[in-house]
């Protein structure tokens, strides 16, 4: 699959849902699906600034679309705040809250977003009503735990460095995915402090990494911008492999009645631009 398999038509007939699961299982949803999820978001909110939009050990009656910007995920400790996980645009980021009502961790805004609300009591409609779609959305919360599970052996393998290019590795690929980024890198409003959360390091010595990452030619990040000259110089690097993030390679679709059907074997390949 190459970087640029994106049809914007998507989101010309779906904005607000339109890059959910896309290059994933998208492409084998029913035109009828897409357009009950996109129908189900009844409230679409834009946030300016850095915002936590859900809190931990708080009951919610609604689940979250990401259609633009950032979400990390976060539990604070005794003295700073713990980043779990980054989410791009098309992520349904609190499928978990459906189920569970409340979360164990909280939901944080990076930079400008736009989010859209779905009750649960329409998910629980959907359930009901639409097995196929429910198992896609089931789907998008597995491949949420597959990238905690990857980034809990990662940040015991690797050094600072090379959890840090690993990060960047992972945010271009899901970018590409749902058509954003560029060959060459991506924007974002990610700072080192965001970086320091996530890879469990200091700022200091996230500051020290990227110094590394530049002088080794791997990354440019600047006012807003990661920079990528040569994408697998950095996958290698970073011990990158994208198998665990399900994209077309790794897919094997549904079709209602035939088991296994049309779904290519092995891990995702490398993505190119």
Known sequence: MRADDWDEREIETYPRSG?????????????????????AIEEVETIARPTRVLARGREYNHSTMLIEGYVMRSIDGPTRRHGLSFHVPGDFVDLHCFALKRLDHNLDTVGPVTLGYVRHERLQQIIADEPELARLLWFATLVDAAIHREWIMKLEQLTVPRRVAHLFAENWYRLRLVGLGD??????????????EMVGATTIHVNRAIKELRQEELVGFARGRIDIPDL?????YAEFNPDYLYGAAAFAPFRSGVAGNGGGEGGGDVLTP
Not at 31 to 39: G, N, P, Q, S, V
Not at 187 to 194: G, M
Not at 232 to 236: A, E, G, I, T
């Open 19 to 39: 890059r959910f699961l896309a290059n994933r299982a998208r492409r084998d949803m029913a035109e009828r699906h897409k357009r009950i999820l996109e129908d």
């Open 183 to 196: 060959e060459r890198g991506f924007d974002t409003p990610l700072t080192q402090a965001n970086l320091a």
């Open 232 to 236: 697998q110089r950095l996958q290698k």
